[in-house]
């Protein structure tokens, strides 16, 4: 992390009118959450259970296999002892600072909220919140974790899961509507810790027509070339480094 392309962050964060966040699994794996497409998260999948993980989560997996599915859901993406991390915390302030117009997020685990950020879009929904299949009864996560491997509804016997989107499944058009105009209204995008390769989260990036757009991640990413800054460097880090120069020297 070279002191300049913070020094660039922290003033691009400053200077714009309209910033939005864009994140994925590598924002909370720095909260001890796994990201179960990475090499070590496809190589356990396949020894533990037989299965990719994009199996394992897909519709087909949840219809066909529902026990399998449920025993990997709750092994693998429950996650109740993860804390937000620095990146967390730091966009939750930006936005409390008026610096932070919305966060975008591919992850389920809902800590952007639980670190106090209120704008938040959800892609593939969030792992906190479950419903019955047949009448739509709603249900929490401790209500899932109290019950057999397979969660049933108390009021018509249905099966409860996750009010997440699963492979073959698509995105909620209203949250993908209001992810869209934010991205569309934006004048800097931040995009942290996602290889953008899962369609269609990483198809919003063609919206964005704003001053710049910046990139953090460990690794390369298809949009690397069209970004006026690129990062590679651990999220939390990053961000925490620019939000404390953004604090002592506040732009003029």
Known sequence: METNQIQEL??????????????????????????????????????????????LLSHTCFIRETKLFFRYYRENLISLDAKPNAAHIVLAK???????????????????????SKNVFELHGSNWRHYCVKCK??????????????????????????????????????????????????GLLIVGGTSLAVYPAAGLLR??????????????????RDARLVIRDFIGQTLSAAYELLEQHPHQ
């Open 10 to 55: 922290s003033r691009l964060i400053d200077e714009s009118k309209n910033t939005v966040f864009f994140g994925g699994a590598g924002v909370s794996t720095e909260s001890g959450i796994p990201d179960f497409r990475s090499e070590s998260g496809l190589y356990k999948a396949r020894s533990d259970y037989g299965f990719s993980p994009e199996e």
């Open 94 to 116: 930006l936005e409390e600072a008026g610096k932070l117009q919305a966060v975008i997020t591919q992850n389920v685990d809902g800590l952007h909220q639980a670190a106090g």
């Open 137 to 186: 009864a709603k249900y929490t996560l401790e209500y899932i974790l109290s019950q057999d491997v397979i969660p049933r509804c108390e009021k018509c016997g249905g099966v409860v899961r996750p009010d997440v989107v699963l492979y073959e499944e698509g995105l909620d058009e209203t949250v993908l509507g209001a992810a869209v105009q934010a991205i569309s209204n934006a």
């Open 207 to 224: 919206y964005f027509s704003g001053d710049a757009l910046v990139l953090i991640n460990k690794s390369e990413t298809p949009a690397d």
